[in-house]
């Protein structure tokens, strides 16, 4: 098998990657990346980016990765396509990565930025539609639809706190609830039912998003009763959860019962030396590509001090 030795690898190549490998290029590291499946990580789904600092006019979302990506070359930063599917983190570097089951990389120091994915129905319509007004972040896309009406599936905490942020934007929020209680905390979930502007549809789940070319409307199925109800809509917010790209990390790197890899509070530093996690892969709670970018920052500067001081 071919094999490698790296001084610093980073794995994933999203908004914390990128930022991560302009770093340390720039600190002479000579980082070299490998991109995963989806070279860009989720904003290469999404559509219009109106809310990352310095593009006033807004960009689409492959499009402004395509910009990390440019400045990360512009650097030096070696950029390769191909997935991580095994590791062997010692707790002493090097650290072995197997490339796409066909190469072995031995490195020094290791970024994880491998990201998170959102949970979805399962609908074609929903796959079809997705960026034209189906979405799975409120923060991200909630003011292209502000005094419209908008839909949103789930039921617990973030579902709630997204249902009570699009309340604020929306003319009406139309939340879908599988079972006739939410999983929110006690307290998430008064504040969704006394928000006047958010309707609840108990015992219910998403049967079809209607709509051509962009989202019309959605057709909720009452379970308990076997009704149907077309609801008019502009947008449709998808909020079951995340999946973090950690499986193939969880034998050596320390997570939570979600998934998300755990770092030392305010650092990036995993629970084995020379391993460094950023990005949505350990980010729960805010997951914007702007965080994801200053995370992608930390894992550099840390990683520097770490191979400084060890050579």
């Known amino acids: 098998m071919e094999s490698e030795k790296i001084h610093c ?56 990765m395509e910009d990390f ?120 979930q008064e504040r969704v039912i006394n928000t006047p502007n958010i309707k609840i549809y108990w015992n219910s789940q998403t049967d079809e998003i209607l709509g051509d070319t962009v989202v019309e409307s959605v057709r909720i199925k009452n379970c308990k009763e076997n009704t149907m109800t077309e609801v008019p809509i502009s947008g449709f917010f998808v909020a079951i959860g995340h999946k973090p790209n950690s499986d193939v990390f969880k034998e050596y790197i320390h997570t939570d019962d979600q998934g998300y890899v755990i770092t030392v509070p305010g650092r990036t530093e995993t629970n084995v030396e020379g391993v460094f996690a950023c990005g949505d892969l350990q980010d729960k709670v805010f997951r914007q590509a702007v965080t994801a970018a200053g995370t992608g920052c930390m894992a550099a500067l840390e990683t520097e001090r770490y191979l400084s001081a060890k050579h």
């Not at 066909?102 to 020094?108: C, H, I, M, S, T």
């Not at 399962?122 to 997705?130: A, C, I, P, V, Y």
């Open 9 to 64: 690898l980073i794995i994933g190549s999203g908004p914390a990657g990128y930022t991560a490998a302009i770093y340390a290029a720039r600190a002479g590291l000579k980082p070299i990346m490998y991109t995963g499946l989806v070279q860009g990580g989720q904003l290469m789904n999404t559509t219009d980016v109106e809310n990352y600092p310095g593009y006033p006019k807004g960009i689409l979302g492959p499009e402004m």
């Open 69 to 188: 990506k440019l400045q990360a070359e512009r650097f030096g930063t070696d950029i390769r396509y191909g997935m991580a599917t095994k590791v062997e983190f010692n707790q002493h570097p090097p650290h072995k990565v197997w490339i796409d089951g066909e190469k072995l990389l031995e490195a020094d120091a290791v970024i994880l930025a491998t990201g998170a994915e959102a949970k979805w129905l399962g609908l074609d319509s929903e796959k079809r539609l997705n960026g034209s007004g189906v979405s799975a972040c409120a923060v991200c896309d909630g003011f292209f639809f502000r005094k419209q009406e908008v839909a949103i599936v789930g039921a617990g905490d973030t579902a709630c706190e997204e249902a009570i942020y699009l309340s604020k934007i929306c003319s009406t929020v139309h939340m879908i609830v599988r079972r006739d209680v939410m999983r929110a905390s006690t307290i998430m």
